[in-house]
């Protein structure tokens, strides 16, 4: 590679993985091997001239890191890369990456279609924060084709989704709900944070923008917040969501984007060690006279079994584990593990387990609740890294002092 030019030239010829490791690199004049941390908030320019050009031109330059900084741009371009995308933007949170891919295409009249099952904020965003601005939503049982064929029947602008979601494991059919949602007129916004672009390509389907929470496995490991989101097209990314975040400013800091970037070198052995772990789990689980249920997408008992081996690659390490004994029995069990600690994070190198009726989807309404399975017995189960016999020799001592 030629000291003038600080790209990557051969990412393009490169395999996925290598990807993780390679993509998006952008070396300054010192030629170093770790991606550099561009701790700053502005730019400076050698004439009035080169300033007026900076704001003019395609956005190359960076001249404000609200807009760009050069260490988010390396993490953009790299899941960019990785994921099929033409178009990225990384943003301070999930949340945000959420509420920036859905509204900036949304004007008052519009009609958004989106699953019962859906993260409380996701949920309140297309519930509540679409209705303020006399937008449209309309709920669907995500795993039924007729329902979403009714709800498309009519002109629709969005379709917002997530598929496994959460914490139910609902898996929605991309293939069919995109083509349908295509002829309604819609984007399709797909949530694809518990399946991680290592195990579903949604772009591959027919989603038109994908969206993370980083913070999840793309870190790992509990450092940060951040999120992202991805277009299929360029245009529709540059013209329709770009002005959106740039103007309202939803934007990752360097450090978080510098974390971000060095958590995607290991995100497919993280994944995959991670999903091996949760298969294990669960089939321990599901044979223990205290669980009721359990829900993970590679066990056959999961309701859409086929569904998953079609369009995801591995189960990913989420469970969700349903106890004979309802919330008392939720709550012996959580205050005996030793190992498996209690939080409502996901995707990190730890294990993590959260009682959902009584700490993510708390705000909900009985009925809303009762809609999206958020049972008195539910656990949200992360399976992180440890050794899975460690996992399971945890739970299971819980689950008899429970």
């Known amino acids: 590679m030629s000291r003038t030019d600080h790209r990557n030239p051969n990412v393009a010829g490169l395999r996925p993985r290598s990807k993780l490791v390679h993509g998006g690199i952008r070396r300054s004049q010192f030629d170093e091997t770790c991606e550099a941390l561009y701790q700053t908030s502005g730019f400076v320019y050698g004439s009035a001239e080169e300033a007026e050009n900076a704001f003019a031109n395609d956005g190359s330059r960076h001249v404000y890191s609200r807009f760009r900084n050069p260490t988010s741009a390396m993490f953009e371009d790299r899941l960019a890369e990785y994921e099929g995308a033409e178009w990225a933007y990384a943003t301070s949170s999930g949340m945000a990456a959420v509420h920036g891919a859905l509204m900036s295409g949304l004007r008052t009249g519009d009609r958004v279609v989106a699953p019962r099952s859906l993260f409380i904020s996701c949920y309140w965003i297309v519930k509540e924060l679409c209705s303020r601005f006399g937008i449209e939503s309309v709920f669907v049982d995500g795993t039924n084709l007729a329902e979403w064929e009714e709800a498309l029947s009519k002109p629709t602008k969005a379709v917002f989704l997530e598929t496994p979601s959460n914490p139910g494991l609902e898996v929605v059919d991309l293939e069919a709900v995109c083509a349908l949602a295509h002829k309604a007129g819609a984007v399709v916004i797909a949530d694809n944070a518990f399946a991680t672009p290592v195990l579903q390509r949604p772009f591959e389907f027919g989603a038109d923008v994908v969206i993370y929470s980083a913070t999840k496995h793309i870190d790992g490991q509990g450092r940060c917040l951040g999120g992202v989101i991805l277009a299929k097209d360029r245009k529709y990314g540059a013209d329709v969501i770009h002005p959106f975040l740039r103007h309202t400013g939803p934007t990752i800091s360097p450090f978080n984007a510098w974390l971000l970037l060095k958590g995607m070198e290991t995100l497919e052995l993280r994944v995959h ?24 997408p590679l066990l056959p008992s999961h309701p859409q079994y086929d569904l998953v081996r079609k369009q995801m690659t591995g189960g990913g390490n989420m469970l969700s584990v349903f106890l004979k004994g309802g919330k008392t029995e939720a709550f012996n069990a959580l205050n005996g593990l030793r190992m498996v600690m209690i939080s409502n994070n996901l995707g990190d190198s730890k294990s993590l387990i959260t009682h959902p009726a009584t700490t993510t989807h708390s705000k909900l309404t009985d009925e809303e609740k009762a809609a999206a399975r958020i049972e008195p017995g539910l656990l949200r189960l992360s399976v992180g890294l ?13 689950l008899a002092e429970a």
């Open 273 to 296: 060690a991670q999903s091996a772990a949760a298969l294990q789990v669960a089939e321990f689980l599901e044979g223990h006279p205290k669980v009721a249920e359990v829900l993970y």
């Open 386 to 398: 440890e050794d899975p016999q460690d996992i399971i020799e945890d739970l299971d001592r819980a």
